[in-house]
């Protein structure tokens, strides 16, 4: 059994693939169980997405807390309680201090081919710029913002007629695709 911590602020749609995908899944001869969703917005939409697996959301509200250091304690603490040993940031919109990046072993999944548009604006950043392609990174998280080493990438070619509704609706489903993958590659070990 592997068990995952999944983080998220808002909508939670890759929580739910995450969930659809790999809970109570077997893979490569180990079984992925999701312990903990934690959630730093009280009203986030995932939070039922969230609930409709059974699954109880910890609720940690960041404005509740002095500092950033204090809020990562509290994360920390929570994820080390449920005893995962993956967490991953799925639309998760923290800065995250040394106190969380030293104790977790985390991935984090963005919207953009980084290090190009890091930060909560990627999609249209990236949409607006000049580029010919768009595409996602799933990159281990670290101390910088969006700045992790790199696990794996994926891109699609970017049509000036696109609009941003096409254009986010393509990012989202290489999401969907990418993240799971990589959760389960990085459980089996083939990245460390
Ligand atoms: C996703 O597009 C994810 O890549 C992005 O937030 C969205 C969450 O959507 N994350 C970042 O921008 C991290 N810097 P969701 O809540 O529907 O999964």
Redesign the pocket.
Known sequence: MKKIAIL?S??????DNLLKNLHHKKFNGFKIEVVATICNVPSAK?IEKSRSFGIKPIIINHKEYKNREEFDVQLVDAIKKSGAELTIL??F?RFLTPIFTKNIKAI????SILPLFK??H??EESYESDMKIGG?TVHYVNEEL?GGSIIAQQCFQKDSKMSFETYEKK??EL?YKLLPEIVIEVLSKKFL
């Open positions: 998220f808002g909508n939670g749609t890759n929580l995932g799925a639309g919109m984090n999944l963005h919207p930060g909560g990627a999609i996602v969006d990012i989202h999401e």
